[in-house]
């Protein structure tokens, strides 16, 4: 019995190790099942969604169809991460030099909370970089209090007397056609501010 004891041993390990990969393997096809009957009821749902709309651009006369799809492209485009297009960059390059001088401070602040906040925030500081004599900074913030519903907001002293610093960066924003609010909150550190929030 003693001789044998190892041979034994040796047998129930391996057999052990049998029943733990069997399991495994049983788990691991559980799990792989459960996903592609998962991505198989996702793609069922798009191709529905997709017959559905097919169906009714169809059935819809020209000029309501284009209305769809435009409002459908607003949509999607309001789900893309937001940046700067080079068409804008170039405008407030221009703008920039043009509206340069003085010696004023632009503050440039985004809401850690929105996801893009980061890439757009970069672009718009280096966008800004072309303002001769201004100093340009930037800051985060987590769920700042006041923000623009739009998702960039234009920090005033007063939306109905702008000084000379907040008409500059109004005057470059409108050029560039970039969506923005002014609110009225005062950044004690610069003259000016930006703040860059979630889309509401």
């Known amino acids: 019995m003693i ?11 391996l057999m052990a190790t049998f029943v733990i990969w069997l399991i495994q393997r049983w788990a691991f096809g559980t799990v792989i099942t459960h996903k592609d009957g998962k991505i198989a009821h996702l793609e069922e749902r798009l191709k529905m969604r997709d017959d559905q709309l097919t169906n009714k651009l169809q059935s819809t006369p020209p000029g309501e169809a284009q209305e ?3 409002t ?3 949509q999607i485009d309001a789900m ?4 700067l297009t080079d068409t804008q960059k170039a405008s407030i390059a221009r703008t920039a030099i043009a509206r340069g001088g003085g010696s004023y401070s632009l503050t440039i ?13 970069n672009d718009l500081i280096h966008a800004f970089g072309n303002l001769q004599g201004w100093t340009i900074s930037s800051g985060a913030a987590i769920g700042p ?8 907001g234009l920090c005033v002293h007063n939306r109905s007397n702008l000084n000379p610093g907040e008409r500059i960066i109004f005057d470059i924003l409108q050029s560039a056609e970039i969506d923005f609010e ?3 909150l005062v950044h004690p550190d610069a003259d000016v501010g930006l703040m860059i929030s979630a889309k509401l």
């Open 145 to 152: 209090g006041r923000t623009a519903p739009c998702g960039l």
């Open 182 to 184: 002014m609110i009225e």
């Open 72 to 74: 459908l492209q607003t």
């Open 3 to 13: 001789q044998g004891a190892p041979a034994l041993a040796a047998a129930y390990a």
């Open 109 to 121: 602040i985004r809401d850690m909370a929105s996801a893009d906040s980061g890439a757009y925030a």
């Open 68 to 70: 769809l799809i435009r």
């Open 80 to 83: 893309k991460p937001r940046r």
